[in-house]
């Protein structure tokens, strides 16, 4: 099926950042972007309605013989963004895939080689007005094609992303029956040795920080924007500023998954710079609670530790261990953070983990997973669950400004914004978590990861975009990378012995660490006996076979994630 030729798009091509005034850019207009703009329909409603199949039949042509799944991956999501406008023109179906978000993110970030930049409130418009529109049509005025809608159109890979983006994570977190299960405690006083083995909110240790104090330093969004303007930093797949991430932030309700400002070197390059060359690392302490980090011995050849966390409401981690067999503590100085933990024993329901452990797969989205599993799995796992053995190991929380969430080694979480909020989070090795840590290290270095490796950087090409972002390496010619760093397990076991003698014997650790280990498996077998172990082993093992958990018939997302 020949695809028609329409006019050129555009009188003359304009690079993102080519000056063409001097005038001041023109300020935009924002535009509240609703999830499902073209009035898409999950495929279930062609019970309802069969005639209007005949939207995918006659629109797609011989197309339409593939399934949707195909066509995502093997045709729209191969074309380019001058093709994908263009294809818009061919039928209500074309149109339709034309407006694939997905596509689109990753035709902008292609196009712009990793820089956000220019947002416009769809990763759509954000391409065709940096890259196609024509310079003499006002950032305020609409695509001409903003107002078209295919309600007749049905399709479950074009309407999930609408139903994630929908997604609002408030009535579960809310909900006068919700109850958390992570306890507030003081951190006052805490040290290494006395903190919880279980995960917990500390409070009163934040009071004396200056990103908490109510001046210029305080960390907000619109401050650190105007303290750092042109600092290149890390958002998952791309880089930007401050300033642009804001644009981002305040106008992505349509994303699918807001983009999470995610950056591991803002202490170096914030050093000296912004208002009164004041750092970001001199607003905040690290408690004394956490201050024991044993990876230090290591220098400059450290795993990455520190993190500065951006994201607007509904962005957020999926499930994940903390690396390395490490520790965390994430602070949050605005916002409020709904907190999602599992046992290290226990693989959260909708996760998949390879024999080796070495691969992990889960739902894409936070709104995928709480749509799917979450009811289930509280069922389950839960504080109220049946079986005694599974009760307690899932565990929820919500962690607000001014206060610290502790993550200990090995557990499992996930991650979502109630509302959007600033963090700073830290990893860390203290002489508690050390065995666990030396015990990664040896027996899985092809998961060792973060670890930084001097190498010398690319020349820039001089087709790359050149705008005044200052891209800046914290480590001074030292760069991110998660290959496999031969040697690592040697390296640090002679760093802890020069460095730290009181330790004694680093490898009669993970001996004395195993032994206890071995003491509390056998006292579980004489308490319990080998038959109630190996039945209720069987037991689990069947219930966990059968786990699956879908959308259901005739329900919407709000009524899956009521409380029971």
């Not at 500390?202 to 908490?212: G, V, Y």
């Not at 014997?505 to 308490?527: F, H, P, Q, T």
Request: hydrophobic residues 35%; proline residues 8%; negative net charge.
């Amino acid at each position: 099926m020949a695809v028609p030729a329409l006019p050129p798009i555009l009188p003359s091509f304009k690079h993102p950042l080519e000056v063409v005034s001097s005038a001041p850019p023109p300020k935009r207009v924002r535009h509240i972007r609703s999830p499902n703009p073209l009035q898409i329909k999950p495929l279930g409603n062609l019970l309802f309605r069969p005639k209007q199949r005949f939207t995918r039949v006659n629109g797609l042509g011989t197309l339409g013989a593939l399934p949707d799944e195909l066509l995502l991956s093997h045709i729209f999501g191969q074309l380019d963004g001058e093709d994908l406008v263009r294809i818009a023109g061919v039928s209500r179906a074309f149109f339709g895939w034309g407006h694939v978000e997905g596509i689109w993110k990753g035709v902008y970030i292609s196009k712009t080689q990793g820089r956000l930049l220019n947002w416009h409130g769809s990763w759509r418009s954000s391409y065709i007005t940096t890259f196609l529109r024509p310079s003499y049509i006002p950032f305020s005025t609409p695509l001409p094609t903003s107002g078209i809608t295919t309600p007749t159109h049905h399709s479950d890979v074009l309407f999930q992303p609408s139903l994630c983006a929908s997604f609002d994570p408030l009535p579960i977190f809310h909900s006068p029956s919700f109850t958390p299960t992570v306890p507030h405690i003081s951190g006052l006083g805490l040290t290494p040795s006395t903190l919880p083995t279980t995960p917990c909110i500390l409070t009163d240790l934040m009071t004396t920080w200056a990103a908490m104090s109510p001046t210029f330093r305080r960390w907000t969004l619109d401050h650190l924007a105007d303290r750092y303007q042109d600092i290149g930093m890390r958002a998952e797949a791309t880089i930007t500023t401050l300033r642009e991430y804001k644009e981002y932030h305040e106008r992505c309700e349509g994303d699918e998954s807001p983009l999470y400002l995610f950056e591991s070197d803002f202490v170096e390059k914030t050093k000296g710079k912004g208002k009164e060359g004041v750092g970001m690392g001199e607003d905040y302490q690290v408690p004394e609670c956490f201050r024991e980090d044993l990876f230090e011995v290591m220098g400059e050849e450290r795993p990455d530790y520190r993190w500065l966390i951006v994201g607007p409401l509904r962005s957020g981690s999926t499930w994940h261990q903390d690396p390395n067999g490490t520790s965390a503590w994430n602070a949050v100085t605005v916002g409020s953070k709904a907190w999602i933990m599992f046992h290290p024993s226990v693989t959260p329901p909708g996760v998949f983990v390879s024999e080796d452990q070495g691969e992990v797969e889960a739902p894409l989205s936070l709104a995928e997973w709480f749509a799917t599993y979450y009811k289930g799995a509280k069922a389950m796992y839960g504080s109220k669950a049946k079986d005694p053995a599974n009760r307690g190991k899932m565990l929820e929380g919500i962690c607000n400004a001014g206060e610290i969430f502790f993550v200990p080694s090995g557990w499992w979480h996930i991650v979502i914004n109630l509302a959007p909020s600033i963090a700073v989070t830290q990893n860390f090795v203290s002489s508690v978590e050390l065995p666990t840590v030396l015990r990664f290290m040896r027996d899985r270095p092809e998961q060792v990861s973060g670890f930084k490796l001097r190498r010398s950087l690319p020349t820039s090409s001089s087709s790359a975009p050149t705008g005044e972002i200052e891209i800046v390496l914290g480590t001074g010619g030292l760069d991110d990378c998660d290959e496999c760093v031969s040697g690592v397990y040697e390296k640090f076991c002679e760093a802890l012995r020069r460095e730290q003698p009181n330790l004694g014997n680093v490898e009669g650790l993970l001996k004395e660490d195993w032994e206890l280990e071995r003491e509390g498996e056998k006292e579980k077998v004489k308490s319990v006996g080998v038959w109630e172990m190996v039945k209720s082993g069987e037991e689990a093992e069947e219930e966990s076979g059968g786990f699956s958990f879908g959308f259901g018939g005739g329900e919407d997302l709000g009524e899956f994630l009521d409380e029971e």
